[in-house]
């Protein structure tokens, strides 16, 4: 049995896309174990209502680093050499360092006004420091993907692991001294500034920097312009279909039904950071790589979406069944809400799970717009099922999570249908006719 075991391993490693989502996901799993351990000393040291505060601060402060780098990001891994990749990464820096000042001018001179029209008055001086969280935010997906450009999975995963550990060490040792939602919000600023830290580092060993010039910068930029032109709308209508989620339930249920919203998205998210977002970065690399040696990405495509389904629905159906007892029993009985409001969002979860890595299809093969429509289209049937269910936050839910479980898995489709397929004709016309 132990033979089977070992040789299975040793076939499953041998595959370089199996052993980099290895990697990856590997540190996301003991940076996830993390929060999952303190998790239920942290629902007992905060209220729900301060778990609402950090959920609006965390929504706007993500929304805005969609922005920030005008998703030249995403073009990093796009150059065939580094020098060209490097400088594309500078653009984004660029952008990302006058957004947040801009963002800043923003807070100063309007944060009532600005706070009052999210109903988020709460929020209190908490509210300046959304422009360096931002700013640190938008900083770590950028290094993020330089560093997936170079494949420094290891390096990825120790961030994360970092990122995570300091993240609730602060969150601990600020409950204790009863700091209420400050304590969550410099929680989340500490994490991302000390993660950040060790993915620059390793751009500095790189040598990449001094080829970094003005010349280059203004070249690239006007290269990769499809970016800011459909990325940044797309990324933020995206963003702001699952972030605007929170806003408008704290403006419609109160903040407490927030905090029970923000604890159950933070368990079902589980699954998508830990194995999801390895499975994006590398097939997002792997795809990358096939196109420009002028193949097709058929095979990558399918395995990839086999493995997710393998993975995927054993493990939310175990999530919908056992969610409402783990939840009380674990958070405390004040979080009975959190448990049925998972039980709901379940499907959605583990949809967008399974959904999630092909997203990335459009702009790797540049149709930009494709992806701006299918997240216009998240967009609209958020702000429609909230408007429509305003009265029931169970209601919405259901219609929420229905409606868009069935747009992901359309979508999935959509997207072998018009790219997958269609390239693998061409290449295999191309060939026959050679």
């Not at 420009?292 to 058929?298: A, G």
């Not at 958070?331 to 890595?357: D, E, S, V």
Request: glycine share 6%; hydrophobic share 50%; charged share 15%.
């Amino acid at each position: 049995m132990r033979n089977k075991i070992n040789s299975f391993k040793f076939r499953f490693l041998r595959d370089e896309f199996n052993k980099n989502v290895a990697i990856l996901s590997g540190g996301v799993a003991v940076s996830q174990l993390i929060p999952i351990l303190v998790s239920p000393a942290l629902t007992r040291l905060y209220s729900p209502q301060d778990f609402g505060i950090l959920a609006i601060f965390v929504s706007i402060t993500t929304i805005l680093s969609v922005i920030a780098n005008g998703r030249y990001e995403l073009a990093v891994m796009l150059p065939e050499k580094d020098d060209d990749a490097i400088n594309v990464a500078a653009v984004a820096f660029i952008m990302n360092v006058i957004f947040s000042f801009f963002c800043l001018f923003l807070i100063i001179f309007f944060k009532t006004h600005l706070l009052r029209i999210l109903k988020a008055e709460s929020m209190g001086l908490w509210a300046y420091f959304i422009p360096l969280t931002s700013f640190f935010i938008a900083l770590f997906n950028l290094l993020n993907y330089t560093n997936n450009r170079f494949k420094l999975y290891r390096d990825i995963a120790k961030s994360n692991i970092y990122k995570s550990t300091s993240n609730a060490l602060v969150k601990l040792i600020l409950g204790f001294f009863k700091t209420g939602a400050g304590g969550l919000i410099i929680g989340q600023i500490t994490s991302q500034f000390v993660a950040n830290s060790k993915l620059f580092d390793n751009i500095k060993k790189t040598g990449l920097l001094a080829s970094i010039s003005l010349r280059k910068i203004k070249e690239l930029a006007k290269l990769y312009s499809n970016f800011p032109t459909f990325s940044v709308l797309a990324g933020l209508i995206n963003t702001l279909a699952y972030q605007l989620t929170n806003i408008l339930i704290g403006a419609f249920y109160g903040e407490s039904t927030l905090g029970q919203f923000y604890l159950s998205q933070m368990i079902l998210g589980l699954p998508l950071s830990y194995i999801g977002t390895a499975v994006s970065q590398v097939f997002y690399q792997h795809a990358a790589s096939e196109l420009k040696s002028n193949s097709t990405i058929k095979i990558t495509f399918k395995s990839t979406l086999k493995k997710l389904l393998y993975i995927g629905l054993p493990v939310f159906t175990l999530i919908f069944i056992l969610s409402i007892p783990v939840f009380t029993f674990v958070f405390g009985q004040k979080w009975y809400g959190a448990g049925k409001y998972t039980m709901f969002l379940t499907p959605l979860y583990c949809a967008r799970f399974i959904a999630i890595p092909f997203t990335l299809v459009p702009m790797i093969f540049k149709k930009n717009q494709i992806d701006f429509l299918f997240q216009t289209g998240i967009i609209t049937i958020t702000i429609a099922t909230i408007l429509l269910n305003r009265t029931s936050v169970e209601r919405f839910l259901l219609f929420y999570s229905g409606i868009l479980t069935v747009y992901y898995a359309t979508y999935i489709l959509i997207l072998d249908i018009l790219f997958v397929e269609r390239r693998y004709r061409l290449i295999q016309n191309s060939n026959i006719k050679l």
